[in-house]
């Protein structure tokens, strides 16, 4: 299974996230469930990064690990970067819906920021 886990501040604002584990949803490169939370998660840094000049810290792994943590940012900045991951979110989310035996989302909030 794929877990997801969505990091928020206490604002609700996404903070960071990370995703591991494998769907085996089907055989190695033909697993859709795999290839649609890669494609969107991703996406989603590549996007984050190309319109709004932010690199996220990334870290990936064995295991389908990768981990995205978001510094602190300019408001202006910052809005437009919680659009996009709020996007991959709803992506996710979808997938999740289609596919809840393959893949897991939790959501944490942090009391403190």
Known sequence: MIDVT???????????????????????????????????????INAVHALTGVTPEIGQGEDGFLRCVLPDLPEDVNEKVQLLLEGMVISLQTIEEDYGKYINITFKKQEVE
């Open 6 to 44: 969505i990091n928020r501040k206490s604002s609700g604002n996404i903070h960071s996230f990370e995703i591991s584990g494998h769907a085996f949803f089907a055989n190695r490169g033909k697993d859709i469930v795999c290839a649609g939370v890669s494609a969107v998660s991703i996406g989603a």
